[in-house]
């Protein structure tokens, strides 16, 4: 009996296997014909994209199957919602009768199939699928290491740039193309219930002595990982861990040649697989004679009660679930999902007590799981491209779900209220059609509001009435504009005679038009709007009041449809609002979100911190704090190519799930390493120091650069104190020339205004002139082109605070001639070093704006390094570099031109163009994308976003096969979100200018910026 109960529930797991196919081709493809979807399976031996290959030719010369066969097969092969726990009832085999040849049959075929498949290999066709797409990851990851250098994604040499700050959330390593499971670890380890039985587990200890079977051999090895990384995100001090040996052990798990892209939702249900045959083998070690309970199960299934009529026939069956999937084309937001979902086919008959020969089926959950996720299905298949499509359509859902009327226990009450919402739709639709009536009347092609109808014909009816004809008064002898027109000639007696007719006609064509140029002004009795020839006072006393009153009537009956309208909308609103249909309340926990197209995209997670109380953001080693109106952005769809596909909710009257571990002892919450057992608290501590070792290597590596630069600083100052011995007379430079004439102009200033003439009161006299001269230009408000302090370090210095000793030797430097030898104290000057940076920056500016506006789109690197060490100066004081904007401004529009010339090159198709214009996008504008998306800036991200959307917009497009594999290979590049800088060229080399070169040059580059777009200047 116990053998025969096993097979059956194999069975009965292959019955829910081949079902989830049926349900992935129904989707994908459209078909609806159960027949032909198995016949398609059957055909490709379950390989899904063959199936779908043979629908795409089959799909149109086959009959869609009708509405009686279709409940037939539904009911034979299980309901489209049972998800992939293998926990599912032994009675879905049969759903409509107790025939026991299916029993029989049910055996001999688990019999037949087990020998082949179980005890084989204990791997479906399912997980070998997903094995073609673990290895397309780790392939990723090994054949990016053979890219050039300006491809790889590497770490920052810096380890104190990938060091942990404080409890910081621990971020994931993205090892190729693995955003989708960096996501759905993130949204797992934070269940803190999770998180614990994943920390504690322990292996069965049978399996140490008996030799392990397939899933044994694959299962305990991804546990052990599994706590491993897990233990990692707990303690350690790194920023982000790297979790390529767990995805190791996924790929080692299955042998596959082939690849696909990675779907998180079945990755998903297939990682809750093997947690739950993990957990199961140990629940079973366990059990004391009782029935084991699986903490997978518990945490991540329930059932549902699905109750219906199949041709006048009633049934009742419980079924279970895991991840629920639920249709996003259609729907407005989340609880009208949840409604087309719990009801299929025509229901009327299932109240009634005649014997209907419709059908259908409602579903009422019995028992929801503490965690409740949903599968949004945003992807579908278009038969005209003959590939899938992704659905951008917008679909709201609120941070509380309360799941009341979707109960069995709430089935009669909900049944009413859905009765009552379907009478108010009903009386709503007849309501909004008659306001349609109101707000577009007319029996044309346009359509006005009735009111505004009635309104102008008020105001016609008003106008001062006109007794001649609108052409007959305009007078043909003086036209318009104070021209006087010749007489006309009269015609003869004979034309007379044979042109009576035409005597009207021909007279209004002699009449000179009004020429809006020539004339300036309307005739002066010419009215405004068209006017009642003729109309008495009485009869414009009857319609004025007629025409009043029927726009009031108007106006009354849409203010009270509208009223109505309103009232209907409030009372659907509300329906659900009572106390007792708000008692099981689901929190939302997390939002699984993907940005692309249905071949190519980015994942990444929001998760909700319970205890900072906001929401976080999660995407692969960046982890910030977020917002709902972020979360909003980028979760609700129809925005941009960003939307939710996945929506976990927790159960908000189970806190445990959230809730912090306390020490039994003390009664403290257990935090950080505390949380670990044993062998995890050894392993974090070896990965720590192994960082901490790397840390001090660092340490040791910089603190012998700074040495030797010391030494080169001493070496250089004595050769200059050498040099200075032997140059009585320095060759004059420019800048010494400049600084002279200077010098010179205040020492002639301070004799001719001071009294004394002894050389120590005039020297004194001369710097302080000087002194008062560049603190005037200092405090000036001055244009970009007239930046004073290119022409002179002392305005530097005054404007950002400096010493007043550094002031003192910088202006004896300047009068003395001992010049070498306070140059030779001032060298390790910071102030010094800092105006050196400035000017540094400053060329790498002028430099990059040169090349931009001669349209050389080179200036690209010459304007990212000249953003980046300007916010290094911005940071540390107001005027120590330039404006910001305008250097942001000028970044993103450097890239904008260079991602449409690289788009250009794409479109030409030729092989030599594409590859160049690939070229530029991945050594130049991949690179730089982080640059703009880690400050989060409003118009970095829109121009971000406008690169994207044009690449993405290929995708739809007819293309050769050749561009299309390096479009679907490079996509994944663009479309990373991940905040990591990627590494890219070497600064550029830059030229040696004067004090006065640098300020002319830099004064001319900013006076043509005021040929600039506003946002620029």
């Given at each position: ?383 005209a491209l003959g590939r899938p499509e992704k659905i951008h359509n917008k679909l709201e ?127 002066p009795d010419l009215p405004m709007h068209p006017a009642p020839r003729h109309i008495t ?481």
């Amino acid at each position: 009996i116990q053998g025969l109960h096993c097979r059956l529930k194999q069975h009965s797991y292959r019955l829910e296997h081949q079902q989830t196919l049926l349900n992935q081709l129904r989707e994908v493809t459209g078909t609806t014909d159960v027949q032909l979807l198995q016949q398609a399976l059957q055909v490709s031996n379950g390989d899904l994209a063959e199936a779908v290959a043979f629908l795409t030719e089959k799909n149109a010369k086959v009959p869609q199957q009708d509405e009686t066969t279709y409940y037939q097969t539904s009911q034979v092969a299980s309901d489209k919602y049972i998800s992939v726990g293998s926990q599912a009832d032994t009675n879905v085999i049969d759903l409509t009768g107790d025939d026991k040849d299916d029993l029989q049959r049910a055996i001999a075929l688990s019999l037949e199939e087990s020998n082949r498949a179980f005890r084989e290999t204990g791997i479906t066709d399912e997980e070998q699928a997903i094995s073609r797409v673990l290895e397309a990851s780790i392939a990723e990851n090994k054949a990016s290491l053979k890219r050039t250098h300006t491809e790889v994604w590497s770490d920052s040499p810096n380890p104190y740039d990938r060091k942990r700050i404080d409890t910081c959330p621990v971020g994931l390593k993205n090892v190729g193309n693995t955003c989708w499971f960096s996501a759905v670890i993130q949204s797992l380890f934070n269940l803190l219930e999770f998180q614990r039985l994943v920390l504690n587990y322990s292996p069965p200890a049978r399996v140490h002595d008996l030799p392990r079977n397939q899933k044994e051999h694959r299962n305990l090895p991804f546990m052990q990982e599994l706590r491993n990384l897990f233990s990692l995100m707990v303690g350690s001090k790194r920023k982000y861990v790297d979790p390529s040996r767990a995805v190791e052990i996924l790929k080692d798990a299955f042998k596959s040649s082939e690849s696909q892209q990675q779907d998180v939702s079945e990755f998903t249900h297939k990682l809750l697989d093997w947690l739950e045959d993990a957990f199961q083998m140990k629940a079973e070690e366990d059990r004391e004679g009782e029935k084991p309970k699986n903490p997978m199960v518990e945490l991540f299934y329930g059932r549902f009660l699905a109750v219906g009529v199949l041709e006048g026939k009633k049934f009742e069956n419980t079924e279970m679930f895991g991840q629920y999937p639920l249709q996003v084309n259609g729907f407005k937001d989340l609880h009208e999902c949840l409604e087309a979902a719990m009801i299929e086919g025509e229901i009327e008959s299932l109240h009634s007590a005649e014997n209907s020969a419709r059908s259908g089926q409602e579903h009422w959950f019995t028992e929801l799981p503490p965690v409740l996720t949903f599968e949004l299905s945003r992807f579908e298949f278009n038969q005209a491209l003959g590939r899938p499509e992704k659905i951008h359509n917008k679909l709201e859902f609120p941070s509380m779900l309360y799941m009341d009327r979707y109960m069995d226990r709430n089935r009669d009450i909900t049944r009413i209220k859905r009765e009552e919402i379907r009478r108010l739709k009903e009386h709503l639709t007849l309501l909004q059609q008659r306001l349609e009536r109101y707000l577009s009347y007319g029996s044309g092609p346009k359509r006005f509001p009735l009111a505004d109808v009635l309104q102008y014909a008020m105001e016609f009816a008003s106008s001062k009435p006109v007794c001649t004809s609108p052409v007959e008064d305009i007078d043909s002898s003086a036209p318009p504009g104070g021209t006087t027109g010749q007489p006309l000639p009269p015609p003869s007696t004979a034309e007379q005679d044979s042109l009576p007719a035409l005597e009207t006609s021909a007279q209004q064509q002699r009449i000179p038009i009004h020429k809006p140029f020539t004339q300036s002004r309307l005739p002066p009795d010419l009215p405004m709007h068209p006017a009642p020839r003729h109309i008495t006072e009485e009869e414009l006393r009857v319609l004025e009041g007629c025409l009043h009153r029927w726009r009031s009537e108007v106006e009354n009956d849409t203010r009270d449809l509208q009223g109505s309208i309103n009232r209907i909308h409030r009372t659907i609103d509300l329906m659900y609002s009572d106390k007792s249909m708000m008692q099981v309340p689901y929190r939302l926990h997390a939002v699984l979100v993907h940005e692309g197209q249905a071949n190519a995209g980015h994942y990444w997670a929001y998760i909700y911190d319970p205890h900072q109380r906001c929401w976080m953001k999660y995407n692969d080693i960046s982890v910030t704090k977020s917002s709902w109106e972020e979360l909003v952005r980028d979760s609700f769809g129809g925005y941009r190519n960003a939307s939710a596909y996945c929506l976990m909710y927790i159960n908000d009257k189970k806190p445990f799930l959230i809730e912090e571990e306390f020490d039994k002892e003390t009664g403290q919450v257990l935090s950080g390493m505390d949380k670990l057992p044993p062998d995890l608290k050894q392993y974090v501590k070896e990965d720590n120091e192994l960082f901490g070792k790397e840390i001090e290597e660092w340490d040791a590596l910089q603190a012998r650069k700074a040495q030797q630069e010391k030494l080169a600083l001493a070496t250089a100052a004595a050769d200059a104190s050498a040099t200075a011995k032997y140059m009585e007379q320095p060759s004059p430079t420019n800048d010494s020339k400049h600084l002279q004439e200077d010098t010179e102009r205040a020492i002639s200033r301070a004799a001719a205004e001071q009294e004394e003439r002894s050389p120590e009161a005039l020297l004194n006299a001369a710097i302080k002139l000087e002194y008062a001269r560049l603190l005037r230009f200092a405090q000036e408000d001055t244009p970009p082109e007239n930046d004073y302090r290119l022409q002179h370090i002392i305005v530097y210095f005054i404007q950002n605070q400096a010493p007043k000793k550094i002031l003192e030797r910088t202006l004896l430097t300047q009068f003395f001639t001992l010049y070498i030898v306070f140059k030779k104290k001032e060298k390790k000057s910071m102030w010094h070093q800092a105006y050196r940076n400035f000017r540094e920056t400053t060329i790498f500016m002028m430099s990059g704006l040169e090349l931009f506006q001669k349209t050389k789109y080179e200036a690209l690197m010459y304007l990212i390094y000249s953003y980046q060490y300007n916010k290094e100066l911005l940071s540390k004081g107001l005027y120590r570099g330039h404006d910001e904007e305008l250097l942001g401004y000028y970044r993103r529009e450097c890239l904008l031109k260079l991602n449409e010339q690289a788009a250009a090159m794409f479109e030409s198709g030729e092989e030599a163009e594409v590859s160049t214009g690939l070229g530029i996008m991945n050594e130049l504008v991949v690179p730089c994308i982080p640059l703009l998306l880690i400050h989060d800036t409003e118009r970095d991200l829109l121009a971000v976003e406008d690169m994207r959307n044009r690449w993405c917009s290929y995708l739809g497009q007819e293309m050769e096969s050749n561009l299309q594999e390096k479009l679907t290979d490079f996509l994944p590049k663009l479309l990373d979100c991940s905040t990591e800088i990627k590494s890219f060229h070497d600064p550029p080399k830059l030229p040696a200018y004067s004090t006065l070169e640098l300020s002319e040059r830099f004064s001319r580059v900013m006076a043509a910026l005021g040929r600039v777009p506003t946002e620029a200047r």
